[in-house]
């Protein structure tokens, strides 16, 4: 199994940046897939981001492309989302997820991910 802690959450003025860590432990020396899901009061979780486990493949949310850049260390065991530009809807509770899986591709919805953080908190104030 993988364990996911997230970090960096926090308070962000509209138009400003933040950049999200996540940290894998456990048996992460098979490869898999980590990716970012949100959460904002009242809606269902939603996709963000995600990164192959290679690093050589990522794809994002319409909502987010051209904002939001999802990167993974060389180790593979940590996943970053570097956030710009953040609007007030961006606001949410963002999941860090994992899966495994040895082909070169990612994951889109929340019911491919077994694996998962307990959440960071992110508001951006307009």
């Known amino acids: 199994q993988v364990q996911l802690v997230e970090s960096g959450g926090g308070l962000v003025q509209a138009g400003g940046s933040r950049r999200l860590s996540c940290a894998a432990s456990g048996r992460t020396f098979s490869p898999y897939v980590m990716g970012w899901l949100r959460q904002a009061p009242g809606n269902e979780r939603e996709f963000v981001a995600a990164i192959s486990w290679s690093g050589t493949r990522t794809y994002y949310a319409d909502s987010v492309k051209g904002r939001f850049i999802i990167s993974r260390n060389s180790a593979g065991n940590t996943v970053n989302l570097r956030m710009n530009s953040l609007k007030p809807e961006d606001t949410a509770v963002y999941y860090c997820?994992?899966?495994?899986?040895?082909?070169?591709?990612?994951?889109?919805?929340?019911?491919?991910?077994?694996?998962w953080g307990q959440g960071t908190q992110v508001t951006v104030s307009s």
């Open positions: 997820a994992a899966e495994y899986e040895a082909a070169i591709r990612v994951f889109t919805t929340q019911d491919e991910y077994a694996y």
